[in-house]
T-cell receptor, first 117, second 113 residues
């Protein structure tokens, strides 16, 4: 029962470097999400996807990119890392119930702690 | 647009005392509401959810929450706090057709011996 798997768990980047945060889920969920968590700020939605090939911006998309080529994978790309991107990143997945597309609960990964120096 | 407000970023209770964590939501259509718990250095784990069935929802670890439409609230309670309840708690909302969740800013619960 892997659920949502995020890699790496920790990473230190230098300003201007790029990296990809990996996220995979094995529950065949259509919906996937990337959040960032900063102290006292809760979770802010970066990007989300409603299915393979479909992505959309959340509240704080600047400086990030995503792709969704398969149902299972939803990588998050940081192109030019900045100190403001120091945060804990969570990937989540979900599915909808009923005919109106209402979501059930989200399932979260363990997070990636990223520090940009 | 939906929103969630959690009153009190930090709450302290004595072991054995009542836990009350507050969550108010704003939504123009019927919401689904969730409470999640996060232990240090871990991801979020579902405590309970309201999905328009019973207004009083029971979750794991003895927690429960009551959906009150008239007060737009979904407060989380536990009759008797345990040391293991110390964690951060998040309230979240979603509605039909939005395909995403909006989270509150979280409440850190401290349990005093």
């Amino acid at each position: 029962n892997a659920g949502v798997t995020q890699t790496p768990k920790f990473r230190i980047l230098k300003i201007g470097q790029s990296m990809t945060l990996q996220c995979a889920q094995d529950m065949n969920h259509n919906y996937m999400y990337w959040y960032r968590q900063d102290p006292g700020m809760g979770l802010k939605l970066i990007y989300y996807s409603v299915g393979a090939g479909i992505t959309d911006k959340g509240e704080v998309p600047n400086g990030y990119n995503v792709s969704r080529s398969t149902t299972e994978d939803f990588p998050l790309r940081l192109e030019l890392a900045a100190p403001s991107q120091t945060s804990v990143y969570f990937c989540a997945s979900s599915y909808s119930i009923g005919l109106d597309g209402l979501l059930t609960e989200a399932f979260f990964g363990q997070g990636t702690r990223l520090t940009v120096v | 647009a939906q929103s969630v407000t959690q009153l009190g970023s930090h709450v302290s209770v004595s072991e054995g005392a009542l836990v009350l964590l507050r969550c108010n939501y704003s939504s123009s259509v019927p919401p689904y509401l969730f409470w999640y718990v996060q232990y240090p250095n871990q991801g979020l784990q579902l405590l309970l959810k309201y999905t328009s069935a019973a207004t009083l929802v029971k979750g794991i670890n003895g927690f429960e929450a009551e959906f009150k439409k008239s007060e737009t609230s979904f407060h989380l309670t536990k009759p008797s706090a345990h040391m293991s309840d110390a964690a951060e708690y998040f309230c979240a909302v979603t509605t039909s057709g939005t395909y995403k969740y909006i989270f509150g800013t979280g409440t850190r619960l401290k349990v005093l011996a």
